[in-house]
């Protein structure tokens, strides 16, 4: 008897060795107290505990997550293109820690009220220390017709259009401006250079060169604002739980599947589809927004309460993306750690011959004046210098006030 309890044992610690091993290498929800660097172990969960309120946010749990090979049939539209297959591709091992990304697209009205503070009198209390310099070409205006740098409207309507018209490097300057307003100076994200901690607030001197991958890695713990990175955006817009409608299976959670729209529970060809979730109903585009940007949270929320993921405006992402159709793993050696895993990854190598952040840095999600298909979550685009169509969604790295 005793020698059957004891092989018992033994078949159930092995058989619990497999399945804690089979989730691991799929997907690992870490503790929300687990700090990212301490290479202590996690658990598995569908749903992350969330550790201190923030109405505008949606907290994101730090996750260890193994791509999978997308099925032909979940993206039929891709062929034999990369540009559909999102970041977390088949057998690319990912580590996020924890982070914040907020639910709605930045408005027009918030971002004027920074950018007067930010370019006003500086040094003196409830000032910044010092100017900050924009660029006026493609600073941002009120939705896609807005003119650049005016006044906000007076209307609510007009008030909640999303800024668009915004470059990627007007984009980190703002950021740092917001943090430096409501969360302080020492917690402001990008800085000049990997020996220089000073914090970019002129245009001139925000280049993809300045803002090293070195100097992010490090920056990347600060509490201040900044742009998500490609993972980071990804991971938010297909987040599912554990419902597993229109979701591919990694562990104990569901992904969307890389040809629906952020929010929808069926493909984006299905614009509407009674008691389902069609791509119409979640997003704005060229089939539904009349030609315009619209104000932020009209549409239906994602999982994690996120609106106009997909549609309304391309929002930028921090990565550098030299090539759509390249590998996302092409810079991974920069990122990886001990354990294998590609750590907080930035994206590709900044090209020598463009590193203005103007045409190389990713831009998710798609637009009000594009088709579903540029809409859906497993696309990514590099969003072009000012464009009309380009916005932002704010994030910052989780920590303890």
């Known amino acids: 008897m005793k020698k059957y309890i004891a092989f018992c044992g033994l078949a159930l610690i092995i058989a619990m060795t497999f399945i804690a091993c089979r989730n691991h290498f799929v997907v690992r929800m870490l503790r929300p107290e687990h700090d990212p660097n301490s290479g202590a ?105 807005g003119p650049m740098g005016a006044p906000p409207s007076t209307t609510t309507p007009g008030q909640l259009e999303p800024v668009a018209n915004i470059d990627w490097t007007n984009s980190v300057i703002w950021c740092n401006a917001y943090t430096e307003k409501t969360r302080g100076l020492s917690e402001c994200v990008y800085r000049s250079g990997d020996a220089d901690s000073t914090v970019i607030r ?73 008691g389902l979730t069609g791509s119409h109903e979640v997003n704005w585009n060229n089939g539904n927004s009349s030609g315009t940007t619209h104000p932020v949270g009209q549409k239906t929320k994602n999982f994690l309460e996120m609106f106009d993921v997909s549609g309304n405006v391309f929002e930028w992402c921090f990565d550098v993306v030299n090539n759509l159709n390249g590998d996302p793993r092409a810079n991974d050696t920069e990122y990886t750690n001990a354990e294998g895993f590609v750590e907080n990854p930035l994206g590709d190598a900044p090209n020598s011959g463009n590193i203005d952040g103007i045409h190389d840095n990713a831009g998710r999600g798609g637009t009000f004046y594009h088709p579903n298909l540029t809409n859906i979550v497993g696309r990514r685009d590099r969003a072009g210098h000012g464009s009309q169509y380009n916005g932002i969604r704010l994030a910052y790295t989780h920590k303890q006030p």
């Not at 996020?96 to 009198?121: C, D, R």
């Not at 299976?249 to 569901?254: A, D, E, K, R, T």
């Open 202 to 274: 002129n245009y001139l001197n925000a280049t993809r060169a300045n803002l090293s991958i070195a100097q992010m890695k490090k920056n990347h713990k600060r509490w201040g604002y900044r742009l998500p990175t490609e993972a980071e955006w990804e991971w938010a817009a297909r987040f599912q739980g554990a419902n597993p409608v229109n979701g591919v299976q990694y562990g104990s959670i569901y992904l969307t599947k890389m040809n629906s729209v952020s929010g929808a529970s069926v493909n984006y060809t299905v614009l509407t589809a009674p």
């Open 41 to 145: 172990s996690g658990s598995s969960s569908s749903t992350p505990v969330v550790p201190w309120t923030d109405s505008e946010f949606a907290y994101v749990a730090p996750v260890e997550v193994t791509g999978k090979p997308i099925h032909p049939i979940d993206n039929p539209a891709a062929g034999g293109t990369r540009q559909y297959r999102g970041v977390f591709t088949a057998g690319r091992k990912v580590k996020l820690s924890a982070y914040w990304i907020a639910k709605k697209e930045l408005t027009y009205k918030l971002w004027y009220e920074v950018y007067q503070w930010a370019t006003g009198p500086s040094g003196g209390p409830g000032q910044p220390a010092a100017p900050y310099t924009f660029s006026g070409a493609h600073q941002g205006t009120e939705g896609n017709n």
